[in-house]
């Protein structure tokens, strides 16, 4: 066994031996690229996604040193067609990038040294193949190859590591790229390796406007092509772990789902479900990932129209974003659409295909998000944040004029994101008076309930001791006709199997003098 070439299967065993989610058919994706031109893969995704496990499993599965039959036996790959065709067949060179990364960060030629290991490590491994002092690894390999027959499987797990840690431009870097390019693109790669396998946050880094390997096919948070199944959780594997773990689905889809991913409708974090069902409790376990200073640098960047949508997306909407121009390098970041990209790919933001946009994914994230927002100096979104609370315990409280005057702020305090006189965007502004409402609240917006819409719907959510809240808001008429449109359409109605306790909210706005009117009803 060696620290580099045919490693063994026991990263994968560990995680057998404890509780395992199958997602081991991306095993029979990965086999029928090999031997093709789809051979070079780079498959990314965020932070607690599964990357070094999906690795170590790949790693496992084709590593000729090692029987791993009874690892896969009961898994989904094993009734695959490729299964027998290269289980244990290959011999696996497995680099994990983040490894070096501690030990050489100030070493512009961190490069040399990783390439110095494993070479040294193959012709440990082959002392008979001759090889020049000169011979760099991708001649060496070429050479075993020749002597002995060998077709490699070459695995680099955080394969971004070097881009994260060196600035674009640096010495460093520029020699990451050329060695990658020399590993994958000369003219004797299609005969050394079956197959490439690469996994990190990143896809892989532009050079102006293509990409450094285009040789490779990319599958990432924004495209995840035939891989998207094994990105995250569905919620069939995570309402199997809830009843196992004996957890509330409904408490671990709030804080955990909400990625969408490709064509799966909506997948949950996996490190976060399996934390939540190992220590029985939901709770935000981002700050344990490393990233939170780079996201708060990431979000009080001075671009204008950021600070706006970071707004928006905390009260719950989406916002536009062009992903196509990011560079894919956590140091260039040009503008407010290359900072919502590195969002993306970090796994803060989820992105929405169809319709090119992106919003925060579940309460987990969004606590994170306010907690990053908060550690900035944008005073007026947590000023915004502070007084949605203060305007929650005004309704709660009863207090009409507390509940006017804190719409009327709120109202103030958006008015550069906001067409002031407009009806719709009176609506948002309650939308967005209503943040802090996500902690105990579900919140939805024009909820179809009784015989139409009504504004702004929040209800409690379990083991939560508060009361439903039904709020229609009137323009330039009365908060009475807003109460009474309420109790004519019967908006409460289909809310009581929700809670026994309802308020009835009415906001008039008047145009004219720019203030609100609240009257508040216990339904």
């Not at 027998?84 to 512009?108: C, G, Q, W």
């Not at 909400?258 to 997948?267: A, L």
């Amino acid at each position: 066994m060696g620290l580099y070439i045919n490693i063994g299967n026991n990263g994968f065993r560990t995680a057998r031996n404890s509780e395992y989610v199958d997602k081991s058919g991306l095993i029979g994706v990965v086999n029928r690229t090999l031997d093709t031109i789809y051979k070079f893969t780079c498959v990314s995704r965020c932070r607690r996604f599964g990357k070094s496990m999906a690795a170590a499993m790949l790693s496992a599965y084709y590593d000729k040193s090692c029987d791993s039959r009874p690892l896969f036996a009961d898994l989904e790959i094993a009734n695959d067609p490729t299964f027998e065709a290269h289980l244990n067949k290959y011999s696996v060179i497995f680099i994990d990038m983040s490894n070096f990364t501690p030990r050489f960060k100030d070493e512009p030629n961190i490069i040399g040294h990783i390439d110095s290991e494993i070479k040294n490590e193959l012709l440990s491994k082959n002392p008979d193949v001759k090889v020049s002092d000169s011979d760099d690894l991708m001649n060496c390999l070429v050479r075993v190859h020749d002597a002995t027959g060998d077709r490699f499987v070459l695995i680099i797990d955080e394969w971004d590591a070097i881009c994260r840690e060196f600035k674009a431009g640096s010495e460093a870097m520029d020699r990451y790229v050329t060695w990658l390019r020399r590993m994958f693109k000369s003219v004797n790669a299609a005969d050394v390796f079956a197959g490439v396998y690469m996994t990190g946050i990143l896809p892989i880094k532009k050079y102006k406007t293509e990409s450094a390997l285009n040789n490779f096919i990319e599958y990432s948070m924004i495209v995840p092509g035939e891989f998207a199944p094994y990105f995250g959780f569905t919620k069939d594997e995570v309402s199997k772990l809830c009843e196992k773990n004996d957890m509330d689905f409904a408490e671990v889809e709030r804080w955990y789902d909400g990625y969408i991913i490709g064509k799966q409708k909506s997948m949950f974090n996996p490190n976060s479900v399996m934390t939540a069902m190992r220590q029985q409790v939901c709770a935000n376990n981002w700050g344990k990932t490393g990233a939170y200073d780079s996201v708060s640098s990431y979000i009080q960047m001075n671009f204008e129209g950021l600070k706006d949508d970071i707004l928006k997306m905390l009260s719950g909407s989406r916002v536009k974003v062009n992903t196509t121009k990011f560079q894919n390098d956590m140091s260039i970041i040009r503008s407010k659409d290359d900072a919502l990209t590195v969002l993306i790919h970090l796994g803060y933001l989820c992105y929405y295909y169809e319709d090119r946009t992106c919003g925060i994914p579940n309460f987990e994230v969004w606590e994170e998000m306010r907690n990053a927002v908060e550690n900035t100096d944008w005073t007026n979104i947590v000023e915004v944040i502070q007084n949605s609370e203060n305007l929650l315990d005004a309704v709660i409280d009863c207090d009409e004029t507390a509940v006017a005057r804190a719409i009327d702020k709120a109202h103030d305090d958006n008015t550069s994101i906001l067409s002031y006189n407009n009806e719709n965007s009176l609506a948002c502004v309650l939308f967005i008076a209503f943040i802090a409402a996500k902690n105990d609240y579900i919140i939805h917006r024009e909820l179809a309930t009784g015989k139409g819409f009504a504004d702004l719907v929040l209800i409690p959510r379990r083991h939560i001791d508060s009361p439903a809240i039904v709020l229609e808001l009137k323009f330039d008429k009365d908060a009475d006709s807003a109460i009474r449109q309420i109790h004519e359409k019967r908006y409460a109605g289909k809310l009581l199997e929700y809670t026994g306790n309802v308020l009835l909210v009415g906001i008039n706005y008047d145009k004219e003098s720019k203030t609100h009117e609240c009257k508040i009803e216990k339904g």
